[in-house]
């Protein structure tokens, strides 16, 4: 299980604070913050370089530093010599007068559409030059947003194709020709991508409508060296990345009819479901708490342990932990959504996602709890694990400190764990319960723990056994159901 190791031999997040259930955090290499979030900033595109500088206003007109502008794409050096300001780039040699729209460029004149400017030894050109005056220097096409601020430097460009399964529940699939890193936020009726770092370009259209009773539309804009896609839904929405980071899923998390009609008390044994409504409690199992409707029910995030060319622990030979997880995640997810869950598997294909990337999507869906599953060769039964939280800086407010967002909800997270445990135990499966400084537990807002499934009576054979996942699978689902009321993002 290679995952779940202590928390001091991983990598630990620049940012060290969390603003809860806001942002899933996908970017793991942050965009060069040149400018503050309320400032204007000009991004810029290249195959050597992905920046962002600063947007200065004067006289109603906006300017940047070509210094600035073409330090990052090659060798350059700019000074004053006598009344005009010389720039030398790789073999161009390059001069403006101060005041003045006429420069030369590579011994030959250039025309900008207003005056040059120097400020403490900077040179300004105005933004509107961008599409002429760079070709002169780079030797290669430029496509410049400009009322949006996004120079595309060659071909560098991301397309992207959208389609609609309308599948139950429905899925907006987007594929596009380059790994792309947006992070991404929900609100009721949105989940909204915003791209800082990836040159991606109108899919198509500014907008594209859906004849979907669910998933409703699909927006496109760009302003201050961002572009950002919207997608408009009825429902909650959840996105997961695959194929490398070049398809994003947008999924509505599936509101059961048969949520709306409220179980029997807890007190009272529950009746038989008749044929026609939902299917019927298995045997032994805990039904639904009571629920006031679809969208009352408790959102449980389930996470298949590695994928794609990380497979995990080798189990044998020639089986992987990635391979258990995944089956063992689809089981978990059959199990609670019999208990009455609106249940997400994080993955549900062999496709690679980080720690963060598995933190901020649960966190970004407020989801109710999450549920990590991992596989073991050694020992027998199941190992049931919370979070140890590190020691670090003082939450502030409704900011977590990263690594200890986990906190606020802790205490429920040890309480469901030990319900797992005692479950296990009432139907003799060997299991242990433990607290370890893990990641991404560490990091989430709601209840949330980790289950490795280690080998049965029948040894190592058992890991791959459908029969002997759903064994446990619906022992853990038994366990966590009477706890739903008790699972909700905290502030």
Do not use: C
Request: charged share 15%; proline share 10%.
């Amino acid at each position: 299980m290679s995952a779940l190791a202590p928390e001091n031999r991983l990598p630990r997040p620049s940012d060290g604070f969390l603003k809860p259930a806001l942002v899933l955090l996908l970017a793991l290499t942050l965009f060069p913050a040149a400018t503050s979030a309320d400032e204007k900033r000009l991004s810029v595109y290249s195959s050597v370089a992905t920046y962002a500088l600063p947007v200065i206003d004067r006289a109603g007109h906006e300017y940047v530093g070509l210094l600035e502008l073409l330090e990052p794409l090659g060798r350059v050096s700019a000074g004053k010599t006598g009344p005009r300001w010389r720039l030398h780039y790789n073999a161009i040699d390059s001069e403006f007068v101060p005041g003045r729209t006429q420069a030369k460029i590579g011994g030959r004149d250039f025309g900008l559409p207003l005056p040059f400017l120097i400020e403490n030894s900077r040179g300004l050109v105005p933004l509107s030059s961008l599409s002429a005056l760079l070709p002169r220097f780079l030797g290669t096409p430029v496509n410049f947003r400009e009322s949006a601020r996004r120079l595309l430097i060659g071909d560098v460009a991301i397309q992207s194709s959208i389609l609609l399964d309308p599948s139950t529940p429905p899925r907006l699939v987007l594929n596009f020709t380059a790994p792309v890193n947006p992070t991404i936020s929900t609100e009721p009726g949105k989940l909204h991508m915003f791209f800082k770092r990836d040159p991606v370009v109108p899919p198509g259209g500014q907008s594209i409508s859906f004849n979907n009773k669910v998933i409703t539309q699909v927006g496109y804009s760009e302003s201050n060296g961002a572009a950002e896609l919207d997608v408009s839904a009825n429902a909650p929405l959840m996105a997961s990345f695959s194929n490398g980071g070049r398809t994003i899923t947008v999924a509505a998390v599936q509101q059961s009819a048969a949520a709306g009609a409220g179980p029997s008390p807890p007190a009272s044994p529950p009746a038989p479901a008749p044929p026609s409504s939902a299917q019927p409690t298995p045997a032994g199992q805990i039904p639904p708490a009571p629920s006031g409707g679809p969208s009352d029910r408790v959102l449980a995030v389930v996470d298949a342990a590695h994928g794609g060319n990380e497979r995990g622990a080798a189990l044998t030979d020639t089986l992987a932990e990635k391979d258990v997880t995944l089956g063992f995640a689809r089981l978990l997810r059959h199990e609670l959504e019999q208990r009455g869950f609106a249940v997400v598997l994080l993955r549900d294909a062999d496709i690679n996602l980080t720690l963060d990337q598995r933190a901020g999507a649960a966190n970004a869906a407020h989801a109710g709890i999450y549920i990590s599953l991992h596989a073991a060769s050694q020992g027998t039964g199941a190992r049931v694990y919370t979070a140890l939280l590190p020691v670090e800086g003082e939450n502030k407010g409704t900011f977590h400190a990263w690594n200890a967002a986990q906190a606020p909800s802790l205490p429920v997270s040890r309480i469901v764990a030990g319900a797992i445990v005692s479950e296990m135990q009432k139907r003799q499966l060997s299991v242990r319960e433990s607290s370890a400084s893990l990641r991404p537990l560490n990091n989430l807002l709601m209840p949330a723990l980790a289950v490795e499934l280690a080998p049965g009576a029948n040894g190592i054979a058992d890991l791959p056994s459908a029969n002997y996942q759903q064994q446990v699978a619906a022992t853990i689902a038994d366990a966590v159901a009477p706890f739903r009321d008790r699972m909700g993002v905290q502030p």
